[in-house]
Nanobody
Framework: QVQLAESGGGLVQAGGPLRLSCAASGRSTFSSSSDSGMGWFRQAPGEEREFVAAIKWSGGFPSDAVSVNGRFTISTDNAKTTFYLQMNSLKPEDTARYYC???????????????????WGQGTQVTVSS
């Protein structure tokens, strides 16, 4: 059974860093598909869920959204059990609830689309003060 659990959110001052983690169980569900991927999305109140970053389950082809302008980096540990989102130079507009998500066919479609992901965590709140 696949479960995703985010951690690492909190309150941070503008300009500061924060690292989010996503602990993933059910690795075998994804390791057998070359199109498996993991992504980070965020959603602010009253806004649609927005793509932040994605990476292949194997750890290849990391990508991030234009909106974060290279400030965020997605990565995974060697065991592919934990995924990270390193966020630097945070801005108040980065304030949102951040979700990790995973799917077996993410890279068969568009990794930027929430529709490609079958599994979602509960989210972790990130608040950036000015």
């Amino acid at each position: 059974q696949v479960q995703l659990a985010e951690s690492g959110g909190g309150l941070v001052q503008a300009g500061g860093p924060l690292r989010l983690s996503c602990a993933a169980s059910g690795r075998s569900t994804f390791s057998s598909s070359s199109d498996s991927g993991m992504g980070w999305f965020r959603q602010a109140p009253g806004e649609e869920r927005e793509f932040v970053a994605a990476i292949k389950w194997s750890g290849g082809f990391p990508s991030d959204a234009v909106s974060v302008n290279g400030r965020f980096t997605i990565s995974t540990d060697n065991a592919k059990t934990t995924f990270y989102l390193q966020m630097n130079s945070l801005k108040p507009e980065d304030t949102a609830r951040y979700y990790c998500a995973a799917g077996r066919s993410v890279y068969y479609g568009d990794p930027r689309s929430p529709k490609e992901y079958n599994y979602w965590g509960q989210g972790t709140q990130v608040t950036v003060s000015s």
